[in-house]
């Protein structure tokens, strides 16, 4: 595939995952495609990500995500995101609700047409500086 071809597919990923459309995103993995997640200390199956075994509930409920650029080289494409919403956490009332924003970044490597790899990273530094701000007001 040539690298818009790439850069195609990843962004209907990307339209997949934030739709929750796991049949769609499904069908744009490798079979054995692995999923290298920040705060994970072995890489997974990408699979566990369809089918829900990350685990845990995330905090960001109203949760919009918005791609804000692609680029691609080779076999590779990168994505930053953004995510926004509020955070959710009814055992500190001062940091319920709080509104907050924050940066992603994953990287995809292609092989025969299909996502082989995943790296996914989100700016958890920004997310916590924006909730000790908030806890202080």
Known sequence: MTVDENKQV???AFGALAARDFNRLESLLAPDAVLHQCGFLKPLPARALLQGELGGRSPIVEREVQLEQIIAEGDTVALRWRTTGRY???????LDGVR???PS??????????IAEIWNMRDADTLQSALREAGHE
């Not at 959710?88 to 001062?94: E, G, Y």
């Not at 990287?107 to 299909?114: K, S």
Request: charged fraction near 40%; avoid cysteine.
């Open 105 to 114: 970044m994953t990287f995809l490597r292609f092989a025969d047409g299909r």
């Open 10 to 12: 990843a962004e209907r």
């Open 100 to 102: 907050v924003s924050f």
């Open 88 to 94: 959710a956490d009814r055992d500190s009332p001062r």
